[in-house]
């Protein structure tokens, strides 16, 4: 069984799928914030390929960086403390490159696109924003494999949006739970989540 956590804790992938709709079981961002997981359910993921085709990524866009004059900090880890609650939300994207007025956060895309890669560069660009980089301008690149998506601002409501998903994870009121395809892709074993399908 998952063990509480003492404290809640948010890794940005989660915030992301959850805040684009990519996972309509909200129940299973909720659990993991507030719980560690001690067993995970197995699945068929190859997860040494994908680790291959994204390092092989990384390394193409780090030479690229380097090329070009820039000292690219690679896998930079993000941690933020959620204002008035004992919650963090954390992150490490790809690659971090920064001059005088700008900072541009990269996140490195193996497989095919999804909504929630742009929700989770623009986590990194408003968490950037509220941390070391507070007085310099953030743009996100996601890129895949054939096209590179730029984004140059976040939305006017973006910190709305951010608080109201994020409100959700804290709280001690579980979200609701939605039995389904996400199931297929959840680490969430039976035993911790009986309705498992
Ligand atoms: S196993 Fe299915 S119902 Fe349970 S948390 Fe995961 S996605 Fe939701």
């Known amino acids: 069984m998952a063990e509480k956590r003492d404290s809640p804790y948010i890794w940005v992938t989660w915030l992301a799928k959850i805040m684009s709709g990519d996972i309509t079981c909200q129940w299973?961002?909720?659990?993991?914030?507030?719980?560690?997981?001690?067993?995970?359910?197995?699945n068929n993921f190859d997860l040494a390929d994908w680790k291959i085709n994204h390092t092989k990524m990384l390394t193409?866009?780090?030479?690229?960086?380097?090329?070009?004059?820039?000292?690219?900090?690679?896998?930079?880890?993000?941690?933020?403390?959620?204002?008035?609650?004992d919650a963090v939300i954390c992150g490490k994207p790809d690659c971090v490159i920064e001059n005088k007025?700008?900072?541009?956060?990269?996140?490195?895309?193996?497989?095919?696109?999804?909504?929630?890669?742009?929700?989770?560069?623009?986590?990194?660009?408003?968490?950037?924003?509220?941390?070391?980089?507070?007085?310099?301008?953030i743009k996100g690149?996601?890129?895949?494999?054939d096209k590179e998506i730029e984004i140059k601002?976040?939305?006017?409501?973006?910190?709305?949006?951010?608080?109201?998903?994020?409100?959700?994870?804290?709280s001690a009121e579980p979200s609701t739970k939605n039995p389904g395809d996400d199931c297929r892709f959840c680490d969430i074993i039976k035993d911790d989540c009986p309705e498992r399908v």
Request: glycine share 2%.
């Open 60 to 85: 193409e866009l780090k030479e690229k960086l380097i090329k070009d004059k820039y000292m690219p900090i690679l896998e930079k880890p993000i941690k933020y403390n959620i204002p008035n609650s």
């Open 141 to 145: 690149v996601v890129l895949y494999k």
């Open 101 to 137: 007025d700008t900072v541009i956060v990269y996140d490195c895309k193996t497989g095919k696109e999804r909504d929630s890669d742009q929700v989770q560069i623009k986590l990194y660009m408003y968490l950037l924003s509220k941390g070391e980089f507070s007085e310099k301008k």
């Open 28 to 42: 299973q961002g909720w659990f993991l914030t507030q719980n560690k997981l001690t067993k995970k359910q197995p």
């Open 153 to 170: 601002d976040l939305p006017e409501n973006f910190e709305e949006n951010f608080n109201f998903f994020v409100d959700r994870l804290i």
